[in-house]
């Protein structure tokens, strides 16, 4: 934009002279000339007139332009949609981000609370952990801080320890006093570390917070998803919230690792109709020109749920116990059940703008086709299977389509990426960081940075698409991974504070592909099976992203004897390696197949072409 006013001579000269040259047009005819005759533009009624009867903005060629090009400002897009949508809209889009962000707490509190719960219940490697229970900490006067911040430190974070029997018979003064270490003060040393479970390290972790979760929520969502095409969608999301909330309370409650495993699964199974429901819901209260921003602003829910984790989950884990942190995240969820249940209203369904007769036409068609098969008759039973088997095949052609197919790809692969650095910022920045210094700066950069890239990435393909067509949302996708890997990498290679505060731009800029590609699939998808094309899309994607975790600690492994230096430096390295691998590398590969995906919907729409000429042919 500056450059734009720069090039008009903004600075120097406030209106073009008769006929001069416009350098944005290329033409002689200016803005105020192209724009003398209100009286019969619909643009009069969206401006306002001086005493002259021109335009205030038409007498400065600079603010001429930006008024035309308005949506092109960042930010345009969420004003757009603050001055276009009725305070009930908005309301119900505040309801819906305030349910995903607690579907994202859910599911990565356990990624903060990790290494307490292994310890607790017994799961993860075996490393140096406190051996000192609530009961001596407050016999002696100490809060359980004490235990999270000092004891972890001495024990599973010292560098000097290197086995179990030096883990054993290392010792501090206990209580501390100021008498010093235990070379002045021998007769107070106890010996407070164990030979215990390190819950955020190891196969098992990894397998906890990935596909226990990532393998069942995807196919709970494409059932549910087609449960929202059929019935009440406000009544399931509010019931698909209070189911997932008793699990992650339940959590709490777990004894073994077993029962975690089985909570998660439960977890799982409640938390994967929120996004096909409330997208659903959100697709059909909001225009076409305004869903990609409202959509934006849904996936806010990620990044304030995500840091919301670290807060939450340090502060109450500090204050009480890893156990308290389920306890109120579930209760938190049960609270906003009714909100939903007797304050959001069901929307009535819309047909998709850029679909419309395709959508008609390729439901006959799939229609007429299962007919064949499938005899009509009067009786209900029947006709629904009838109907579900015919939306099943018009999702399995939808699919199947070239262009589909690789877009959910490289979102899967774009997923990916994001998975592996969720579940291991805290075990990576640990290792050279204190706990508190991660909450400090985890529990705030997702969420500004995030939200901020979210929303950008809405507003921008928003733009776009008028006029383009749903493949321009790609060129976002393309452009934002390929500048965001190098940021993504920082944060594995600089030392703090800036491994920190990398992650900002790496937000900003690599998570506009929330929004785009969930809007791509609303514009994409045919009307009848728009709630069950974003769950198939969330399944696909799931699947592929929500397992690359595993490959973590068997990277880190084999990478492990390639290091050279000591033990703590090759565990360090490796697993930086490991990591970036499966990171900042992963976006690099989803930009290249985005950019696939953006050609292959040419043929896409060569399909979709031909079938309908041979519908035409036939009828």
Not at 72 to 93: D, F, H, T, W
Not at 568 to 581: E, P, V
Request: hydrophobic share 45%.
């Amino acid at each position: 934009i500056i450059s734009k006013w720069w090039s008009q001579d903004c600075l120097f000269k406030m209106a073009y002279k008769k006929g001069e040259s416009d350098p944005l047009l290329g033409e002689k005819e200016t803005y105020y000339e192209k724009n003398t005759s209100y009286g019969s533009s619909e643009k009069e009624k969206n401006v306002s007139f001086s005493s002259s009867g021109t335009p205030w903005h038409a007498k400065f060629s600079c603010l001429h332009w930006l008024y035309e090009h308005r949506e092109k400002v960042p930010g345009y897009g969420l004003y757009k949609l603050l001055r276009k949508a009725s305070l009930y809209m908005i309301y119900v889009l505040f309801i819906m981000l305030l349910v995903y962000l607690l579907n994202q707490l859910d599911r990565f509190t356990i990624s903060i609370t990790a290494k307490y719960v292994g310890a607790d219940v017994g799961f993860g490697e075996l490393d140096c952990m406190p051996n000192v229970s609530q009961h001596e900490l407050e016999e002696n006067g100490l809060t359980r801080r004490y235990l999270v911040e000092t004891l972890i430190s001495e024990c599973n974070k010292n560098t000097a320890i290197k086995n179990r029997r030096m883990c054993e018979e290392h010792e501090i003064v206990f209580p501390p006093s100021d008498s010093g270490n235990c070379s002045q003060d021998s007769e107070n040393c106890s010996q407070v570390c164990k030979w215990g479970h390190d819950g955020a390290v190891g196969i098992k972790y990894q397998i906890l917070a990935g596909p226990v979760f990532n393998n069942i929520y995807p196919l709970a969502g494409v059932f549910m998803g087609i449960l929202a095409d059929r019935f009440n969608r406000k009544i399931l999301l509010g019931l698909s919230l209070l189911f997932w909330s008793i699990a992650t309370g339940l959590t709490g409650f777990a004894q073994n690792y077993w029962m975690v495993v089985l909570f998660r699964m439960l977890l799982a199974i409640g938390a994967a109709g929120c996004s096909p429901f409330a997208v659903s819901i959100l697709s059909d209260y909001f225009p076409q020109d305004l869903r990609g921003t409202a959509l934006g602003v849904y996936y806010w829910g990620i990044y304030i749920g995500y840091s919301l984790a670290y807060a939450i989950g340090n502060s109450i884990n500090i204050l009480l116990n890893w156990r308290w942190v389920f306890f109120i995240s579930g209760i938190m969820g049960i609270v906003l059940v009714p909100v939903v249940l007797f304050t959001i209203k069901e929307p009535e369904r819309k047909k998709n703008s850029l679909t419309d007769e395709e959508d008609t036409g390729d439901t006959q068609e799939d229609t007429e086709d299962n007919t064949q098969v499938i005899e009509v008759t009067d009786n209900r039973f029947e006709r629904r299977v009838k109907d579900l088997l015919s939306k099943m095949v018009l999702l399995l052609k939808t699919f199947i389509m070239p262009g589909m197919l690789t877009l959910c790809i490289a979102g899967g692969i774009r997923n990916a990426g994001g998975y592996v650095w969720a579940y291991n910022t805290q075990p990576f920045f640990s290792l050279k960081n204190s706990d508190t210094t991660i909450a400090a700066y985890m529990s705030v950069i997702p969420l500004v940075a995030g939200s901020i890239g979210a929303v950008v990435g809405g507003i921008i393909s928003d733009v776009l698409v008028k006029g383009r067509g749903p493949a321009a949302r790609i060129w976002v996708l393309i452009g934002s991974q390929l500048l965001a890997a190098p940021f993504a990498a920082g944060a594995l290679f600089l030392p703090a504070p800036w491994c920190f505060l990398t992650l900002i731009p790496s937000n900003v800029i690599g998570e506009m592909w929330v929004g785009v590609t969930s809007a791509m699939i609303v514009d994409l998808a045919p009307t009848v099976i728009r709630t069950s094309s974003i769950a198939v899309y969330l399944f696909i994607i799931t699947v592929i992203g929500g397992n690359f975790n595993v490959l973590v600690p068997f990277l880190q492994k084999g990478l492990k004897h390639q290091m050279h230096g000591s033990e703590t430096s090759q565990k360090y390295n490796s697993l930086r390696w490991a990591i970036f691998l499966t990171f900042p590398a992963l976006y690099v590969v989803s930009s290249f197949l985005f950019l696939a995906a953006f050609f292959l919907m040419r043929i896409d729409l060569k399909i979709k072409k031909r079938r309908d000429n041979d519908r035409s042919g036939v009828i």
